[in-house]
């Protein structure tokens, strides 16, 4: 249970801007241990997604990438592209926000299988891949007699678990999901969510879910990362990251959540910096409310709060201690490039 | 419903398949036609009018043998006439078709000065258009097609360079262009010894509109390569020749026909006037742009229809081309499809009273096409 998956390294991922280089992943660090699953969680634009898309590395073009990613000990940064090429879908695999535009409108449903099989293994039979794609569609709940029909013949819900069906096929060892509910009502959520965990367990894949709904997360997950403009600022176990969250971003997120309870809205003031050019110090800390001087010059890094859970705030001793490990990783992602 | 076998179910017998196998095909169809149905009758007149004129020229063009009462190259009856060196023996001028005779009943219009029959060199010269049409939109789509898919796709600077290369050869006067393939492939054939007649001609008529396939399919593309489902097919490990080809490729082709149709019937032109320049097809083919060069001596005399005719033929077929794409382009351009409608129940004569249903008509279909229209574009 123990054994690492996807290892991730000082991930950095800048975008090119007209005024200059938008780092919008900035120094992520991550495991995922097999049959885990992980949740992803933040705000709009404070990186999940461009993570997602990174590690999959379908990054738009003039988007660098640095750090270092290992998937079962094979490094994806710098990789060639038909080794890449080998590794999506088979070994890892992407699930995407929107399942209503992710399949050709032209192809139908059992073709993109044998597409998708083709691509990895040239000589399979025809017959042989529409099979596994009967067996792939039934896992997820679709009748097999469907496997002829067009997309848009079906649901969102039902687009959204053959994307699904599509990502597994080839049993990858990692899948993300990059928001895989957020265009489908509560009831096919909680089904594909279901389907999501129930393969996690039974296939023993690693699963990275990112999401800004951190109900789900609370539900499917083992372990929860909280981003914020492009860092981990915390992650631990989810029980201990809910019940007792160290950073006051965490806190500040957990008190936004709308339950059935909520009398009263509540959010963190203000927004995510401008990753052009992020303020000195902690980001977090123009909207802190337990923000204190050392706060604006000194940027905190990820420190063990307890035996599971780390967090990077100044307000538990010891995050000071990397700023210049932090400093000394920019200067390489600056040559290396 | 009968049971027929149909091609949609060749795999093993579906045990939970409920609809009978012709129903899949049946309604496959019926959608494939829906369009068609759903387009304003305007459109559906001009593709039908198109169509027949063309038909006309296509059954002429194909029995052209045996609805022609002469051959291209003959002037005297066929049981004198010997095919192998075009010599009529045995007989003298009296028996050999008259020459320069108006139109009658026997030659109906009308002989040439070199005692071809007129009636008999229309209907063969409907041979060498339609092959000639044929095979240079098929070569110009051949090539066109996949650079533009390629270019789209990739990007970049081999995108800018085949722009630029394209936009040459668009702005490049297109019978300038021609002539020159047309002559200099004429030549380099004769050097080589390999008589192919129609090759030079069809080849300088095709490299004319690679640029328009190109620049469609490439637009296009542009569009296509960004949607959702293509990065989807990325994520899944798909290769870049899997991509174009089977995602993109099906996407795109539905600008193929209308563009295809509208080029056949510039190409008649282009393809006549080589010929009636003399860098086309040779004498003795008949082929409509040079009949008209060597008539153009007899109609200054007075007799008109050596060339007229052939002009007749000319402006049909390219009449009922242009016909055709312009109706196929209302078709199949959704956009202009909806306005078509709409235009009709508002224009209607029969104003209020019928309009009150016929809205009722055109909102039910317009959600249908909203719906046709999501399923095209997500």
């Known amino acids: 249970m123990n054994e690492t998956v996807l290892r991730i390294r000082g991930l950095q991922v800048a975008y090119a801007t007209p005024s200059g280089m938008l780092h919008a992943v900035d120094g992520v660090d991550l495991d995922v241990a097999r049959g885990e699953s992980v949740g992803l969680v933040g705000e709009s634009g404070c990186g999940k997604s461009t993570m997602g898309k990174a590690l999959m590395q379908l990054l738009p073009p003039g988007a660098e990438m640095a750090g270092s990613v290992q998937l079962n000990g094979q490094e994806l940064v710098g990789i060639r592209p038909r080794e890449l090429r080998r590794i999506r879908g088979e070994d890892m695999a992407l699930v995407f926000q929107e399942p209503m535009t992710r399949l050709d409108p032209l192809m139908k449903v059992s073709d993109h299988f044998v597409e998708a099989i083709k691509a990895h293994r040239p000589r399979t039979k025809k017959a042989e891949a529409r099979a596994m794609a009967r067996e792939a569609l039934m896992q997820m709940g679709i009748p097999p007699t469907r496997a002829d029909n067009y997309p848009h013949e079906f649901s969102g819900g039902m687009r959204q678990r053959i994307m699904i069906a599509l990502g597994i096929v080839m049993r990858p060892y990692m899948v993300i999901a990059d928001e895989p509910t957020t265009a489908l009502d509560v009831i096919v959520e909680a089904q594909i969510l279901d389907l999501l965990d129930r393969l996690r367990r039974d296939e023993e894949l690693g699963l990275i879910l990112i999401t800004h709904n951190l109900g789900i997360v609370a539900e499917t997950c083992d372990r929860v990362a909280v981003m914020y403009a492009g860092r981990i600022v915390e992650v631990g176990p989810v029980e201990e990251v809910f019940t007792n969250p160290q950073h006051p971003y965490t806190q500040g997120l957990l008190r936004s959540v709308i339950s059935v309870d909520t009398t009263e809205l509540s959010s963190i003031e203000g927004s995510p910096p401008n990753l052009l050019n992020p303020p000195s110090g902690c980001r977090f800390a123009p909207r802190c409310d337990q923000v204190f001087d050392a706060c604006r010059t000194v940027d905190p890094v990820l420190t063990p709060v307890s035996t599971a859970t780390s967090a990077a705030c100044l307000l538990h001793p010891g995050a000071d201690a990397g700023a210049d490990r932090r400093a000394a990783a920019a200067q390489q992602m600056a040559t290396e490039r | ?378």
Not at chain 2, 199 to 224: D, E, K, M
Not at chain 2, 264 to 272: K, P, S
Request: with cysteine; glycine share 10%.
């Open chain 2, 1 to 378: 419903m009968a049971a027929a076998p149909t091609s949609e179910q060749p795999r093993e017998a579906a045990p939970v398949e409920t609809a009978p196998p012709g129903a899949g095909l049946r309604s496959r169809i019926e959608h494939a036609f829906r369009p068609w149905r759903r387009a304003n009758p305007g459109a559906r007149y001009l593709v039908i009018a198109g169509a027949v004129i063309t038909l006309v020229f296509l059954v002429m063009a194909v029995f052209a043998d045996s609805v022609a009462p002469f051959g291209e190259d003959q002037y005297c009856a066929a049981e004198f006439f010997n095919a192998e060196n075009g010599a009529c023996i045995g007989v003298g001028p009296d028996e050999q078709i008259p020459n320069r005779a108006a139109p009658s009943r026997e030659y109906p219009f009308g002989t040439t000065d070199t005692r071809f029959d007129v009636f008999s060199r229309v209907i063969l010269g409907a041979r060498v258009a339609f092959a000639v049409v044929a095979f240079s939109t098929l070569f110009a789509m051949f090539i066109g097609v996949p650079l533009g898919l390629f270019s789209g796709y990739i990007g970049g600077k081999f995108d800018r360079v085949m722009v630029l290369a394209m936009d040459a050869i668009y702005a490049f006067p297109s019978l300038l262009l021609a002539i020159m393939i047309a002559f200099s492939l004429g030549l380099r054939l004769e050097q080589l010894g390999i008589d192919a007649p129609y090759v030079p001609a069809a080849v300088a008529v095709g490299a004319v509109y690679i640029p328009q396939y190109f620049r469609v399919i490439r637009n296009h593309t542009l569009s296509i390569k960004e949607e959702p489902y293509v990065e989807a097919a990325r994520s899944l490990g798909a290769s870049r020749t899997s991509i174009v080809f089977r995602y993109i490729f099906f996407n795109v082709v539905s600008s193929i026909p209308v563009l295809f149709t509208l080029n056949a019937a510039d190409a008649v032109l282009t393809v006549a006037a080589l010929g009636f320049l003399g860098f086309g097809i040779r004498f003795p083919t008949a082929e409509w742009g040079l009949d008209i060069n060597l008539g153009l001596a007899d109609s200054v005399a007075g007799f008109w229809w050596t060339a007229f005719w052939p002009g007749v033929a000319i402006t049909l077929l390219v009449t009922g081309l242009s016909l055709m794409g312009e109706g196929l382009n209302d078709i199949i351009n959704p956009l202009l499809r909806v306005k078509g409608y709409r235009g009709k129940v508002k224009g209607g004569a029969r104003a209020t009273m019928a309009a009150v249903g016929a809205r009722e008509d055109a909102a039910e279909l317009d959600a249908e096409d909203g719906a046709a229209g999501l399923e095209g574009n997500r």
